[in-house]
Antibody, heavy 118, light 111 residues
Framework: QVQLQESGPGLVKPLETLSLTCSIS????????WSWIRQPPGKGLEWIGY???????NYNPSLKSRVTMSVDASKKQFSLKLTSMTAADTAVYYC????????????WGQGTLVTVSS | QSVLTQPPSVSGAPGQRVTISCTGS?????????VHWYQQLPGAAPKILIH???NRPSGVPDRFSASKSGTSASLAITGLQTEDEADYYC???????????FGGGTKLIVL
């Protein structure tokens, strides 16, 4: 059973860059697309983007100018960088496995709360 | 403003049946892209409940069912139980955004 675990800072200053990593267990990195999804406190889910092990990416157009995803197959990890963070980026960030463009996200990591504050 | 529209909340008494709607457009559900449903219990990550419009993963009770028609989809829960109290989200693909989209979520209150 695939397991995912997010890691990264819980607090980011305004205008800084967020860096998160998701570690993959019990799955080959080539088995899925790997995605990031976020959820502001008390609000709904927002898809951020996904990456394939080849490095191919697809980002949410609303975040595309600030997002970079990468993958490290040797470590079985994939990462998210989000630049120019503001209070509106405060959210729980989830990583999730994804079967491809018309499929669903499963499983999800437990999520990590990122707060943007000085 | 979410691309897929869900009612903010629905409620029902234990044992009753409730439905949650998910309304999209011709660039997502209406374009015949699949709809998937998630259950998010308080303080937990979302978990897949229904995939591919109608399919229940192993372990999901058959009290949960879903359907899709035109530009909308619907999740039905029969025999409501207190443990069903959660947030429910629909998700699909949108070809004008070239990516996944979620509904705004529906809070199910079991009275």
């Amino acid at each position: 059973q695939v397991q995912l675990q997010e890691s990264g800072p819980g607090l980011v200053k305004p205008l800084e860059t967020l860096s998160l990593t998701c570690s993959i267990s019990d799955a080959s990195i080539g088995s899925y697309f790997w995605s990031w999804i976020r959820q502001p406190p008390g609000k709904g889910l927002e898809w951020i983007g996904y990456i394939y092990y080849t490095g191919s990416t697809n980002y949410n157009p609303s975040l595309k100018s600030r997002v970079t995803m990468s993958v490290d197959a040797s470590k079985k990890q994939f990462s998210l960088k989000l630049t120019s963070m503001t209070a509106a980026d405060t959210a729980v960030y989830y990583c999730a496995a994804f079967g491809g463009w018309n499929t669903w996200f499963d499983p999800w990591g437990q999520g990590t709360l990122v707060t943007v504050s000085s | 403003q979410s691309v897929l529209t869900q009612p903010p909340s629905v409620s029902g008494a234990p044992g009753q049946r409730v439905t949650i709607s998910c309304t999209g457009s011709s660039s997502n559900i209406g374009a015949d892209f699949d709809v998937h449903w998630y259950q998010q219990l308080p303080g937990a990550a979302p978990k897949i409940l229904i995939h591919g419009n109608i399919n229940r993963p192993s372990g999901v009770p058959d009290r949960f069912s879903a359907s899709k028609s035109g530009t909308s989809a619907s999740l039905a829960i029969t025999g409501l139980q207190t443990e069903d109290e959660a947030d429910y989200y629909c998700q699909s693909y949108d070809n004008s955004l070239s990516g996944s989209v979620f509904g705004g979520g529906t809070k199910l209150i079991v009275l």
